[in-house]
């Protein structure tokens, strides 16, 4: 399945990172000195244009990009239309749907709650949906850790309980695109709950949209806010957001909001209906918001020292060498803790990195649905780093 390849892509991509600042290090693996280190090429931003735009052109790419090295913008740029009918470009200003770095925020709403004693990490999915039977042993840990067993909304099984190899569309009874928000939201949870669990809660990972969006339902009872005022008024305001919102309600009237093409089946056609994605992935946010997001997730703003600990421990490991953590997939190898995740809705990729040790954040964002997105992304990590390291 394209999403299976977009697993593995994101592993290389993250293997690069490593790979570039290991062999510029020369096997030195100390932290940096941040208040003696910086960019040593002073041309560094006109190299990494180059980088940049040469890639974009080579590889026929729609989107943009927004590269932070030490607190220093080392890129801000795009490629493509943003609105070919408005003839608006992409930048790192513009708006993109960033479909699963969604989870990330929706972790860490969890984790606020459990700060503010409104809810518990190892509460069962009864105590909020109390006629989910199948949810007796499952935790809010088990779901945030993607180790509950519940079947994924997005995916088809065979009879065995194993994904199918196979790009055919997904369709659940009640879910329509013509449908209120909370009437495909009220398939998706039935269909949820008429499931049989794939295994026993803490078995082992499986990737599932589903626990992300029961996550979402937690987040409302618990808060007594939806679930989208929550994220605003904890997150979004205060670390001055300005650009995001839900692709249910997006209602920022000012902002460069990019228009999606070119469907090519990475992800299910409904998840892109009004509703569906909910917690797992209704996000919209430009490139710069996201790096707003990571200097106040990752500089301890966001949640305590206690909670922040939680979120980035590696619970589960994944066949293809990664690890992932509450929200955040996770590569720890000698170059220090990569924290990454991607997302896929029918028209938008995204992809946003953010390694600690190297201070480097990345966010790569992308209106024409494609793979082309995990190459550029490998491609420009791969050069830059070699320039400022």
């Not at 003696?36 to 080579?58: C, D, G, H, M, Y």
């Not at 090519?264 to 790096?291: C, H, N, Q, R």
Request: proline residues 2%.
């Amino acid at each position: 399945m394209k999403r299976s390849i977009s697993i593995i892509m994101s592993l290389i991509i993250v293997a690069a990172i490593f790979s570039a600042c290991d062999d510029n290090n020369n096997g030195n693996n100390q932290e940096p000195d941040s208040e003696t280190t910086t960019v040593s090429e002073p041309n560094i931003q006109l190299t990494a244009k180059n980088i940049f735009e040469e890639s974009f052109r080579s590889h026929d790419f729609n989107g943009a990009a927004y590269m932070v090295y030490k607190g220093e913008e080392i890129y801000s740029g795009g490629s493509g239309k943003a609105n070919k009918k408005e003839n608006i470009d992409n930048d790192a200003d513009t708006v993109y749907h960033i479909a699963s770095v969604t989870k990330q925020f929706t972790a860490a709403a969890i984790l606020k709650l459990c700060e503010q004693k409104k809810i518990s990490l190892d509460d069962t999915l009864q105590k909020y949906y109390p006629d989910y039977l199948a949810g007796a042993d499952i935790t809010i840990h088990n779901l945030l850790s993607m180790q509950s067993g519940i079947p994924n909304f997005t995916v088809e099984y065979d009879e065995n309980g194993n994904e199918k190899e196979s790009e055919s569309q997904i369709t659940i009874d009640g879910v329509t695109e013509d449908n209120t928000a909370e009437e495909n939201r009220d398939a998706i949870k039935a269909w949820i709950f008429s499931q049989k669990l794939l295994f026993s809660q803490g078995e082992r990972f499986s990737y599932s949209n589903s626990n992300y969006f029961l996550l979402g339902g937690i987040i409302e009872q618990a808060s007594g806010q939806t679930y989208f005022d929550y994220l605003k008024t904890n997150f979004f305001i205060p670390y001055e957001m300005k650009t995001a919102g839900f692709d249910e309600n997006y209602d920022i009237s000012e902002a460069k909001v990019a228009k999606g093409y070119h469907y090519t089946g990475i992800t299910s056609e409904i998840y892109g209906y009004k509703g569906v994605a909910f917690a797992s992935g209704d996000m919209m946010a430009s490139p710069k918001d996201l790096y707003q997001w990571s200097v106040a997730l990752h500089g301890g703003k966001v949640l305590s020292s206690e909670m922040y600990q939680k979120m980035t421990k590696e619970y589960a490991k994944r066949g293809d060498g990664t690890s992932y953590g509450y929200g955040l997939m996770i590569v720890d190898d000698s170059g220090g803790k990569i924290y990454f995740h991607n997302g896929a809705t029918p028209r938008f990729f995204s992809y946003v990195i953010y390694s600690p040790k190297k201070d480097l954040f990345l966010a790569v964002m992308s209106n024409y649905a494609s793979e082309t997105i995990l190459t550029v992304t490998k491609e420009v990590s791969e050069k830059v780093l070699k320039e400022i390291e």
